[in-house]
């Protein structure tokens, strides 16, 4: 039954696969803008001088790039493309590659967003928890609200008032970029020191605008399952408080929450972008960004399919773990 | 405190943060420089440290590109320090200089023209350079065509460069082009870059990244070589031995490294300023200068310490109406328009004073200002900067429009629209105002930045629209070209004609002026005089303000950066030119 | 009532914050002339005065007509957005986690699509393909057409939890129908949940319209609150230290999380009243 049931989840997640490449094909085309002709006309107004010509440059390149083709031909090209991993080639950057420029910018995000998730995630959480909770202790409840005002606040609205105390004012941190000026990327401890001294910043903006988002989340699934019956009779039955905390509330309140996880790495991926941007953060977010700017749609549709595959991949353990969690959902077809 | 509360935490994820660093460290693309201790060796004070213009997201995506030729390649993300031209202009001092070319002849005719390059000249790989190295790259780009940067411009006029010796080519054209060896001469953003015929040949250029670091790509005759190139910062080293020097040309530079930062924002540009973490650039607001100044005494700028805080580019603004669109196809509805503009307040506004008006669409360099005076007492009778909305409001009335309450109803009963697009730092400083502006006169004006502004400009899929553009520089031709609605001295020419305004008459004289010899004054001015007097009382486009780049300098370890006492060049660390700066800075700190 | 709420603290803080928001964005209506939030109507650059309690901006905008103006924009696109999200994204998860089966698969792997790719990116596509400037309520439709999906999968996800519990079995074997059981079984259990989804949808809804508007793709003559922080941002005005400028729509974004906050939080309180006795 466990591997029908995994097998189904397997052709699920390939659909998702197929779907969401199909989707992030025709997305980028219905605005109807042709990508060579804007890169091209951008850099002819960058440089002040209307070249003339640049009609013929922009069917040179077409045809280059495959766009002078019907859309089916070009689908057709992008899937079996796709398929072998290959995302041709950058068109606002040629002849770099889209996976080339990918690669360069994932550990960047990987590194920044991997870690200020987790943290803020399972911190979030123990919060919210602790906050549905009546024995936690008093001054918990004067903690939430500064949290959820900052989670009010725009991402990169604290960021830069975080740049501009934090780097500026007190000079306690670099000021923006990956690493500094001068910095060879070595690894010595000296250059580590320094990504993670530019590292503080948009991790720090990050980490407490998400921790409220949590933390409300968990508290809202807290309240639920202290409604129970179960928690109710435990507590006649005369169980520890602490163990109803964790083993009956908690261990129940925490599978959306973890729901919430999977999906919300495509969500912080979008408030990446306004954070990588304002600190000049070489990662995946300002790759986006940047793609979206210049209209280049082989590297939108590679950032995207490449985090399709990776969410679409979470999704999928997850459904394979869900049921360990909660012995509720079997894996029989109900 | 909260602060108090949270370091435990804090320090966790500093643990985190630090392997997190360390892996994103190991994983970072090969190939990326020297090592640390030959980094170490060069002072901070013998560095300068710029912020690039281009990468407003925080990253250099081209770093792996160093042949501008490439198609994602720009000049300005750091290839225009280090491929080296025929010969330099300064519109500023109106002064070229021969580099490496020596001199230049044309026929009377204007179809030949001998270039003679400079002997002793070497690329940085030790082979010597010649003129087989500039009839490769001309005829390479007449060949190419559309597939590259300047093809279509050579195709259009090069029928073929001939080497007669060592030292001498040939260009033969096939159709007169009198300003051809200014066209590849460097000056702002045009020039031809001079490429290695021994390395190029055989390389597909539209794709070709000359990068290399072991190698010592890429291979130029300029006086850096590139030590590190990353989407973080781009780094150059000066070379031990350069022709220019040799030959007593130029000094050999004082700027030993040169590190090119990505531009973030205004706020990061700024406090890169403050915080000595920059030398020079990127450009900033003018009201953010009074707070770096304030903050730190050492930045300055080519106007000094006081607004405008910069110098006049060479792009004047002007708010574009589509002529092919009703009712500004009527040359009196564009006046009315333009009587409305008070140019002064969008300056105390927009700009905090720090800005100057335009009359006409070319900047008041003074190459230009024979022009400028030629047309003075047409400029009188057509006041391209008068600010009169009585004027404007007898205009309309005139063309059948009818004020209905506060605002404007056309001739056939219906509101009088206009929505204006705009990009960039001029369409948001400036935009919103203008808008607020013809709506108090009258006009339902609206404003947006669409992100395909270029498209629908170039298209003519707009109304109104707030644009600079490149033109003029030391002769009219440039600018009154960007008028013509059709050209017989230039066949197959791609006409810009942003206002898709036409007059056959204008475009006769534009194409006279085309083969008039670019120094025969006295006949241009007349020619330009011509034209204006077709070109005023049109009016395709209002004009607005002047561009000014407001880039800080910061005289903590550099000096003698261009200023108005001592102007050069302009400034710009983007356009072909900046090795003039970089050749005259000098070292503070001894 | 009155009574209740001195006892229930979080949800007169609630009330009270969204009232102040609600009463400023009235009175402010009939007292201040919200043609000043244009450009050129002040003088640029005034720190808070008499004349201009809240200051004006560098174009010459009186930030007290731009937050009046502002801020019903504001709650606009995030109310709209929210509240579709909300209402589609329930309906859709009640009827796949009840009926499971085929309908279940098609909702949940349109969802799952629809969740994988950044949203952001989403908006900003259908942003800049609907050419010309965008409208207020142009902007709410393109928020709401992705805000939707995240309530669909979490309320389904919390549905299927609820679903296998005692209750909801006894309901089917006494003969409920599918209906009736989400109605009368299922939805009062969630209302908290509901709740708190909705505050994070409209929540999310003003973020996001924050967001594209800082990016520059808001609707450049709207005064919006996000528009606000769009010149902030352009003119550097936090170095500048022209603090008047941003802390206006700041003070005005955090009231009105805050407020949801503790309306949601209040509420919780009211359905579930095992929690009163620590409140």
Redesign the interface.
Known sequence: MRVAYVGRRCVVFLVIVWLAATLNFFLPKLSGQDPVRTKLLEQASLGGYVQGGIEDMVKVYQKQFGLDKPLWRQYLTYLSNVSRGDFNYSIANYPRTVAGMIAEAAPWTIGLLGTTTLFSFVLGTVLGALLAWPGAPAWMRWLMPPLWALHAIPFFLLGLILMYLLAFQFQLLPIFGGYSAGAHPALTFGFVLDVFRHAILPALSIILVSIGGWALAMRGMMVTTMGEDYVTFAEAKGLRSATIFTRYCMRNAILPQTTGLALALGQILSGAVLVEVIFGYPGIGSLLFQAIEENDFFLIQGIVFTVIVALGFTTFLLDVVYPLLDPRISYRRT | MAQQTMRPGTGRRVLIQGGIAAAAAVMLPPGIGASEAEAAEIARNRTLVLIGINSRDGRWVDHGLWNPYAIGANHQNGPNLMYEPLAYYSAFADKMYMWLAESFQYTPDFKQLTIKTRPGITWSDGQPFSAEDVAYTFNTLRDLGPKVKWGIDVHQALDHAAVTDPNTVVLTFKIPSPRFFFFAAYKYDIGIYMVPKHIYQGQDWASFPHFDIAKGWPVTTGPWKVTESSLQQKVFERRDSWWAAEHKLAPMPQVLRNIWLPMVGEQETAQAQITNQSDFGGPLQPATFPTVIRQNPKITTYSGQQPPWGYVDWWPISLYVNTEVKPFDEPDVRWALSHYVDRQQIIQVAYLGAETISTLPMPPYKPLLPYFAAVKDLLAKYNTIEFNPKKGDALLAAKGFKKKGAMWEGPDGKPFTIDIIGFGAAGSAMGPVLSAMLKRHGVAASMSLPPDFDERFQKGEFVGSIYGHGGSIREPYDTLRLYQGKSIAVPGAHLVNFSRWHNPEYDKIVDEVYITDPHNVAKLKDLFRAAMEIWLPALPDIQLVQNYHRLPYNLTNWKNYPTDHNSYINSASWHLTFNLVLWNLQPVQT | MLGYLRRNVSLLVGVVLLTILVLFMVVGAFVVDTANA????AP??QAPSWAYPFGTD???RDLLAVMVAGTPLTLRIGFIAGFIGVGVGAVLAFTAAFY?GMVD?VIR?IA??G????????L??I???L????TVNQMAIVVASLAWL?PT??IR??V??LR?RGYVEIARLNGMSGPEIIFRELMP??L??LA?TL??SV?AAI?AS??LA????G???APTLGMT?YWV????A????WWWW?TAP?VV??M???GL??L?VGL?EV??P??R??A
Not at chain 3, 115 to 122: A, F, Q, S
Not at chain 3, 214 to 217: A, E, K, R, T
């Open positions: 244009q450009p050129l109507s640029a650059l560098r174009q010459g499971r698969a792997g799952d699509v969740l994988t790719v950044p949203g952001l990116l989403v900003i596509i942003a800049v393909s050419k010309g400037s965008l995240n999968r979490t996800a919390q299927l939890t296998e259990n969630l908290p949940y708190a505050v994070s929540s973020l924050v967001g800082v990016l520059g793709l609707p450049v003559e922080l941002n352009f003119n550097a936090i170095i500048n230290g941003w700041l974004i955090v009105v999380f805050l906050f503790f949601t919780d359905a579930n095992r929690l006795r620590t």
